[in-house]
């Protein structure tokens, strides 16, 4: 149990941002971790110089986001962030934006990138197989934008996971149901068309077989060339699908 509170020197000015920012704090210092409870709800307040309703409020709303456990006549546990939690937050947070899915698929090519140099290095042989047995179900997935969608994903958070990183990996499940989203939508525009969709397996081919020969330089190059060869077919395809109800009006 954490029995010790510092005082930050500049504390949030409303009551529910110095209860967050005391739990952000504490769980960068190493002071909190999983499984810790936190001090007495009238102990609590009175260090951080809130009203019990105000902590009470804070606390549930970190509970929701599922960082605390509370517990009901035992007090408040830490718990370990669940990334699909997280992720609905972050969606919500972000769904407003404009061009959202671009600017994921951005987040998208930085994080892959760094993983699977990472995972050149890291990969485990049962990682390799389980990217493997995805590209073969990719194959196989072709002509259904939801199924095929799914198995893109999966195929590429493999990689992700297969990197080690326990930091990317939790932003990227993070982002997982935009990813999602795009993975599905990209399907969509293209899975009638047998060029565009032989070539996107080719594409995850290339991918894994310069990460299975461990050489971090070409897996890189390989990643890029898929979404940058993705991004222009799927823009084809659009600009052709457009130029053809044009002629049939």
Do not use: W
Not at 11 to 25: K, L, Y
Not at 26 to 35: D, M, P, V
Not at 68 to 97: F, M, N
Not at 172 to 188: D, F, G, K, N, T
């Amino acid at each position: 149990m954490l029995d010790i509170v510092r005082q930050d020197n500049e504390e949030p000015s409303t009551g529910a941002g110095r209860v967050f920012t005391f739990f952000r704090d504490r769980l960068l210092s190493g002071e909190l971790k999983a499984g810790d409870r936190l001090l007495g709800e009238r102990e609590l307040a009175l260090a951080l110089g809130v009203s019990r309703p105000v902590l009470r409020e804070a606390l549930r709303s970190l509970a929701m986001l599922g960082l605390l456990d509370i517990r009901h006549g035992r007090g408040a546990y830490v718990r370990s962030a669940d990334a699909s939690v997280l992720g609905q937050a972050l969606t919500l947070c972000l769904a407003p934006e404009p061009n959202i899915l671009d600017d994921v698929l951005q987040a998208r090519i930085a994080i892959e990138c760094q993983a699977i140099r990472l995972a050149c290095l890291r990969a485990s042989e049962r990682d390799l197989q389980a990217i493997a047995a995805l590209l073969d179900t990719l194959v196989d997935s072709l002509d259904d934008p939801e199924r095929g969608g799914g198995t893109d994903y999966a195929f590429h958070l493999a990689i992700v996971r297969a990197s080690g990183s326990g930091a990317l990996m939790k932003i990227y499940e993070a982002i997982s149901p935009l990813l999602m989203r795009s993975h599905v939508e990209r399907r969509r525009d293209t899975f009638r068309e047998p060029a565009i969709t032989s070539g996107l397996v080719d594409a995850h081919r290339q991918v894994f077989l310069a990460l299975a020969e461990r050489n971090p330089d070409e897996a890189e190059r390989r990643l890029r060339e898929h979404f940058a060869i993705g991004d222009g077919l799927r823009r084809n395809n659009l600009i052709s699908t457009y130029q053809r109800q044009g002629m049939d009006t």
